[in-house]
T-cell receptor
Framework: NAGVTQTPKFQVLKTGQSMTLQCAQDMNHNSMYWYRQDPGMGLRLIYYSASEGTTDKGEVPNGYNVSRLNKREFSLRLESAAPSQTSVYFC??????????????FGPGTRLLVL | RKEVEQDPGPFNVPEGATVAFNCTYSNSASQSFFWYRQDCRKEPKLLMSVYSSGNEDGRFTAQLNRASQYISLLIRDSKLSDSATYLCVVNPFSGSARQLTFGSGTQLTVLP
């Protein structure tokens, strides 16, 4: 099992450009998440999908959109990138959000630089 | 006040030392607690869950104090491979889907 995979690993964008970050999991998990990690800030939830067909905003959704393409895949789109979106983006999945003691499994991350 | 607060460190300890990290959380209704480990430029990985009665996994011991709203992680006989950032993670109930809240991490370097 590959677990959670993310593409691309690195990306450099110019302000105003758009891009989509891809995430896939092969653990048959129902719930998927997108986080960003900035120095000294911890991981912050951008969007999550509790189950296929549903998406909800997290703590910092502005400037992002998501698509839960199917049970395996959850993409994150930046429509018009801004320097403030320079960060490391992690995708995660779990069996089912809401379960007591639920554990999340993370992908390797995408490092994004917006100039 | 941050929902989950950790001392950022860095903690620099010699091999074989015992080191302890604390973490405080603000939501008294929080239900689940974890320690994750994150190596430099890697993804976070679950180290251990934290149970009310305290739990141990080899050299690692986790404790929860609900009255004072803090969680601790004790590492005994530190190894070079323990060098990483340790994230305190809390699962407060939030609407219909629970979400994890991450501390910003405590950096540990074990020195030879």
């Amino acid at each position: 099992n590959a677990g959670v995979t993310q593409t691309p690993k690195f990306q450099v964008l110019k302000t105003g450009q758009s891009m989509t970050l891809q995430c896939a999991q092969d653990m048959n998990h129902n719930s998927m998440y997108w986080y960003r990690q900035d120095p000294g800030m911890g991981l912050r939830l951008i969007y999550y999908s509790a189950s296929e067909g549903t998406t909800d905003k997290g703590e910092v959704p502005n400037g992002y959109n998501v698509s839960r393409l199917n049970k395996r895949e959850f993409s994150l789109r930046l429509e018009s990138a801004a320097p403030s979106q320079t960060s490391v983006y992690f995708c995660a999945s779990s069996r089912l959000a809401g379960l007591e003691g639920e554990t999340q499994y993370f992908g390797p991350g995408t490092r994004l630089l917006v100039l | 006040r941050k929902e989950v607060e950790q001392d950022p460190g860095p903690f620099n300890v010699p091999e074989g030392a015992t080191v302890a990290f604390n973490c405080t959380y603000s939501n008294s209704a929080s239900q689940s607690f974890f320690w994750y480990r994150q190596d430099c430029r890697k993804e976070p990985k679950l180290l251990m869950s934290v149970y009310s009665s305290g739990n141990e996994d080899g050299r690692f011991t986790a404790q929860l104090n609900r009255a004072s709203q803090y969680i601790s992680l004790l590492i005994r006989d530190s190894k070079l491979s323990d060098s990483a950032t340790y994230l305190c993670v809390v699962n407060p109930f939030s609407g219909s889907a629970r979400q994890l809240t991450f501390g910003s991490g405590t950096q540990l370097t074990v020195l030879p």
